[in-house]
């Protein structure tokens, strides 16, 4: 089974082009995702944060979607499956590809935190993600009291 599910943040607005064919034009777009990987640092024992790019391609109604809506930063999760390849480049070397053929895409947050979150453009040149507005270490956010919006918890089986 060829199978990958990613979470990452655009490095770049996706790249799209479209190839002309007797069915008509077929969109294909193409952008790397920063997905984040922990390591744990020597000697410390502190984890420190890096990210892998991953190069994805998509094709049709879905690169449409991402030339529409995805720019560098939104934080997306795509489901697809990995394909490699090779060309010879105009030096006459061989060169080996690999990219995830994304098969559907999604928002992982919601505008409004893309749009006010610091982490537009946040992935420097080395890789690493800057610490400024980082997630607490649970991954959820905290939710301040008062906020049961007077919703009664009796009856309810886990409660």
Not at 17 to 22: E, G, L, P, V
Not at 25 to 47: E, H, M, P, W
Request: hydrophobic share 30%.
């Amino acid at each position: 089974m060829n199978r990958v599910i990613l979470m990452g943040r655009l490095t770049r607005d996706p790249v799209v082009r479209y190839t002309q064919s007797a069915n008509g034009s077929l969109a294909i777009a193409r952008y790397t995702l920063a997905v984040d990987r922990r390591r744990r640092s020597t000697g410390t024992g502190n984890d420190q944060q890096t990210a892998d790019f991953i190069s994805c391609v998509v094709f049709g109604r879905q690169a449409e979607f991402a030339e529409k809506y995805l720019h560098q930063g939104t934080k997306i999760c795509v489901q697809g499956r990995i394909q490699t390849g090779s060309y010879t480049n105009k030096d006459g070397n061989k060169v080996y590809t690999t990219d995830v053929v994304v098969d559907d895409q999604e928002f992982a947050e919601s505008k409004a935190a893309a749009s006010s979150g610091p982490h537009t453009g946040s992935y420097q040149a080395g890789g690493a993600p800057s610490d400024e507005g980082a997630v607490p270490e649970s991954g959820f956010m905290n939710v301040p009291a008062g906020t049961d919006d007077g919703v009664q918890d009796e009856g309810l089986p886990f409660a």
